[in-house]
């Protein structure tokens, strides 16, 4: 097995890990729906950046873990409300904080 297979596996072992962390706190109550819909709606602009750097398809594979959390989390009203609110914001001239944005966070 050479070193490019290893770093795959190992990218998609962690991935499978950060997804289950992600569950296990959503349902312990420590995380919210709303946060995780922020943070990957989020990942989805970073991602898009990268894109334009490097020929990765970031932004696709952003979008793909979105899906995931939608469905298993049952946070597709939280990725929805948050879309429609940052619509409104950007339509309005982008007045007051990103609703995307964290806040409190440095």
């Not at 499978?16 to 709303?34: F, M």
């Not at 334009?52 to 298993?72: C, D, G, M, N």
Request: charged share 30%.
């Amino acid at each position: 097995m050479g070193n490019e297979q290893v770093v795959e596996i190992m990218e998609g072992v962690l991935e499978i890990a950060l997804r289950e962390i992600v569950v296990e706190l959503v349902e312990k109550g420590v995380l919210e729906r709303y946060d995780i819909a922020k943070a990957m709606l989020r990942t989805e602009i970073i991602a898009s950046i990268q894109d334009e750097e490097t020929p990765q398809q970031s932004t696709e594979y952003a979008r793909i873990l979105q899906k995931f959390f939608e469905k298993r989390l049952g946070a597709k009203p939280q990725f929805c409300s948050l879309r429609h609110e940052r619509e409104a914001w950007l339509q309005s001239g982008q007045r007051g904080p990103d609703p995307w944005e964290s806040v409190g966070i440095d």
